[in-house]
């Protein structure tokens, strides 16, 4: 079992910058590969970033491509999202998710995922 706790959302101003941190426990870490989700209001949950178990690859939506960089601590069990350039349109409550596949094939996917936190509202004022 994992668990994951996102922090960091706030309101912001367009072009502004946010660290979202999403902390894990309970089994190790470095064996899952992490994603950052999001959910706009009445929009369906899409995603918006994901990286391997190793941190070697990593993988973005085309709409958050060149502001959005997502890493990990293996030591403090902790994934980032760092958002710079932030836009009305990047308002959503943005969630962390572990996926716990072995090849970790699809990491665009919600499927993919199998343990979730319980998300942090970010809100973009224009």
């Known amino acids: 079992q994992v668990q994951l706790v996102e922090s960091g959302g706030g309101l912001v101003q367009t072009g502004d910058s946010l660290r979202l941190s999403c902390a894990t426990s309970g089994r190790t870490f470095s064996t899952y590969g992490m994603g950052w989700f999001r959910q706009a209001p009445g929009k369906e949950r899409e995603f918006v970033a994901a990286?391997?178990?190793?941190?070697?690859?990593?993988y973005y939506a085309d709409s958050v491509k060149g502001r959005f960089t997502i890493s990990r601590d293996i030591a403090k069990n902790t994934v980032y999202l760092q958002m710079n350039s932030l836009k009305p349109e990047d308002t959503a409550v943005y969630f962390c998710a572990a996926s716990s596949q072995v090849l970790f094939s699809t990491p665009r996917e919600s499927y993919a995922y199998t343990y979730w936190g319980q998300g942090t509202q970010v809100l973009v004022s224009s």
């Open positions: 990286i391997r178990r190793n941190g070697g690859n990593t």
